[in-house]
């Protein structure tokens, strides 16, 4: 069997690793010209950790990002709505990592270097068309330099190729653009002083502008100091309308748009927001998009995965945990020895559904309803937080998130789970 995985993002990488750790051969192709280490913080939870963990690569991520001790939200003025303890420090078996996306991106582009081999990674090659035949599958590329074609042929195609699919384009045509929800993202890093554990996460706010802010680096050389994640959410339109710039992660955010939304918004004793951002150089904006969920992602011998798939608003810290999940499931599936199409049926009904909801559930703001709910109750503060909102409720959306998205303890630490 060979696999052909258009996309060498975080789960087009992690699903050749996936692969190769079942014994199943595997080219990636990606667009770019180079596999670049782009992007601000991420999290990954405990259930995609465990994953990555078991295709040996826990000590590197250890080497380059944080394990998340807890997260904290509150109102737009610092006051505490629900506290929660993170990944081993919360008993997972795995811990969940705060980290930067590029260098989680190359952590796996390393391992799949050194473990495939570089003559199996392909930059700048542009997917313009693929056939299947019934028994191969045949994908041509257009080479950037040269822009000559070349053509593979493999046993499976597997789209990882992002919010903008080419393959899932071929399935889809008439789908058009992201949808858009009127919500502006704004992200940087910046050298800056620890605050609470170190390991510490914060979201506050609510519906109208969020603020998150994280570590996501200790530089050993450099103590005292560590490198903060923050990113900030806001609504600047009704979602009527197309989003008003290109959703990728490469376009520079405008300073005096964003500050509109946090300047005077936020008093927090914890971090200074309007000092964390005017100390980072260059952030960038995306506007939050995602598609509706489809009925199908496998058709033949070709199939979804990651952002192709089910792209979701980045809310609960799911994008890429999910498409790391994806990765691991669909390897097992095609090592099983069956038919690449049951395979891919089997991949598709375990994944579809509950990725479905997730997509879904991002839109109502996932676990962060929490704030969303006490600023809806309570826009000026609170005295008591038990006369705005009972902890019963805040549980029932924190932890049926965490079921729903299957990294409650119980899901995790299973053996097998």
Known sequence: MKAIVVGGGIGGLATALSLHAQGIEVEVFEQSRTIRELGVGINTLPHAIKELAALGLLDELDRIGIR?????????????????????????????FSIHRGKLQGVLHKAVLERIGGDKVHPGHQLVRFEDTGGRVTATFERREGHDDVTVTGSVLIGADGIHSTVRKAFYPDEGA????????????????????GRSMIIAGGMSAKFVCYPIYNDPDTPGSTLLNWAVVARIGDGSTP??????????????????????????????????????????????????????????????????????????????????LDARCLAGLLAGGGAVEDALKAYEAQRLPMTAEIVRTNRKGGPEQVIDLVEERAPDGFGKLEDVATREELEAMVRGYASLARFSQSDVNKPGG
Request: charged letters at 25%; a negative charge; glycine letters at 10%.
């Open 68 to 96: 998340t001790h807890e997260l904290i939200y509150t109102n737009r003025f610092g006051q505490e709505i629900w506290r929660d303890l993170r990944g081993t420090d919360a008993g997972y078996e795995f811990p969940q």
């Open 178 to 197: 992201p949808s858009w929800n009127g919500l502006m993202l704004w992200r940087g890093a910046v050298e800056g002083k620890p605050f609470l554990t």
């Open 243 to 324: 989003p008003p710039r290109r959703e990728d992660w490469s376009r520079l955010g405008d300073r005096a748009e964003l500050m509109n939304h946090v300047d005077g918004v936020f008093t927090l004793d914890v971090v200074d927001p309007v000092a964390i951002i005017n100390s980072t150089v260059d952030f960038y904006e995306y506007p939050m998009c995602d598609r509706d969920p489809v009925d199908r992602w496998s058709f033949g011998r070709v199939t979804l995965l990651g952002d192709a798939a089910h792209p979701m608003y980045p809310v609960g810290s799911n994008g890429a945990s999910q498409a790391i």
